[in-house]
């Protein structure tokens, strides 16, 4: 099926309520290339590889979790954002980027996915608001910190750290319970924490996370920021192709973060 940018952009905003969820970048079409659109590459972040993976393909456009254009960052197209922008612009490249939208959707986002491989089943909200970034549920069996440590690395391909510190308090704790935010959202840790929450996953971990983590007898899990939101764009990309028989190919550019 070919679609044209402008009916990609609607789908997908449709589909992710784009329009619903605060962000810090603008969501959609970013950078506006050829109307007509045949092959799509999605990959987490829209680097110069990426760019570089999709030329090699004759992609018509990249869709992606991090685009460009964030808020506070310097607006001129120099340096390392004007190569990529370059890139993207000769050879007629669009790029859709989908931030917030795509971590929170209830069935493609990032979160979700990522639940759904761990076995994590009746996602609600942690924040009391809609749309909230981190979501929590339940394990259908306990598990130990350990064993899920080990289902994790085994799952995402990436070594994990885990904060466990507290245990000798806690030398039984079994994980029921766990909270989740794919990516920079370990400073939701204390907001798990205070609603009595096992265990919570992210993809980063801060010198004061430990410190949460210790001292209010949580597990914490730092999976990879990279590694835990491969699952969303993947996901988002997958549907596409079933919904309108387009080509999308993903492509994880490896990073170790």
């Known amino acids: 099926m070919i679609l044209t940018n402008l009916e990609l952009e609607c789908i997908l905003n449709e589909k992710l309520s784009s329009s619903m969820i605060s ?4 969501n ?4 506006e290339g050829k109307s007509e659109i045949r092959k799509i590459v999605t990959g987490v972040t829209a680097s110069l590889p990426l760019i570089q993976a999709a030329i090699e393909r004759n992609a018509d ?4 979790h991090h685009g460009y254009f964030w808020k506070n960052e310097n607006p001129c197209i120099r ?8 890139e993207l612009l000769t050879h007629d490249i669009n790029l859709f980027g989908y931030h917030l939208p ?6 493609l986002g990032n979160n979700a996915q990522l639940a759904k491989c761990i076995g994590v089943t009746n996602l609600q909200g942690l924040e009391d608001k809609p749309y909230s970034i981190p979501v929590y549920g339940e394990l259908e069996s306990p598990i130990s910190a350990h064993d899920l440590k080990l289902k994790l690395t085994s799952l995402l391909k990436h070594q994990v750290i885990l904060c466990d510190e507290f245990i000798d308090q806690y030398p039984s704790k079994l994980i029921k319970t766990v909270g ?8 939701y840790i204390d907001l798990a924490a205070s609603k009595g929450i096992d265990a919570f996953i992210s993809g980063e971990i801060s010198e004061q996370t ?3 983590a210790r001292e209010q007898g949580i597990y914490y899990f730092a ?3 990279h590694a835990t939101e491969r699952g969303g764009i993947k996901a988002l990309g997958e549907w596409l192709s079933d919904e309108y028989n387009i080509n999308v190919e993903f492509i994880d550019i490896n990073n170790p973060a």
């Open 23 to 26: 962000d810090y970048a603008p």
């Open 28 to 31: 959609g079409l970013q950078v």
């Open 61 to 64: 456009a990249i869709l992606v």
């Open 79 to 86: 340096g390392m954002k004007g190569r990529r922008i370059k």
């Open 102 to 107: 795509l971590d929170v959707h209830p069935e």
């Open 180 to 187: 989740i935010c794919t990516g920079g959202g370990q400073g």
């Open 210 to 212: 430990t410190h949460s």
């Open 223 to 225: 999976c990879g920021h």
